[in-house]
């Protein structure tokens, strides 16, 4: 059986609402009911999000009184955009293969 931890960010990100979360945390950090309120699902719904975005390295949490209070990770964000800036630039290779090509054959 495969857990949240073993998918990456881009698999848990699959999810609409989980994205949606996550857009919402960019902003700011919040607690469940602040992002509840926000969000077309309910309070539970957005707690069991919230766990599977954070097995997966994507938010943190912390304790402020009675509340836990959710943020985006720096670390997992920061992973997931070295991956994606590792994606164009093998698709900007690719291009520039194909257009150094096209010239000496056009040669």
Request: glycine share 8%; net charge negative; proline share 4%.
């Amino acid at each position: 059986m495969t857990t949240y931890q073993d998918r990456d960010g881009w698999e848990v990100l699959g999810d609409p609402s989980r994205r949606l979360i996550v857009a919402s945390l960019a902003e700011r950090q919040q607690a469940v009911g602040e992002l509840a309120q926000a969000l077309p699902i309910s309070r539970p719904a957005v707690s069991q999000h919230l766990k599977v975005l954070k097995d997966a390295g994507l938010v943190t949490d912390r304790a402020v009184g009675t509340r836990r209070v959710y943020r985006l990770n720096p670390a997992g964000v920061a992973a997931l955009r070295d991956q994606l800036e590792t994606f164009w630039n093998r698709a900007l290779g690719g291009y520039q293969d194909v257009v150094e090509q096209d010239t000496e054959e056009n040669s």
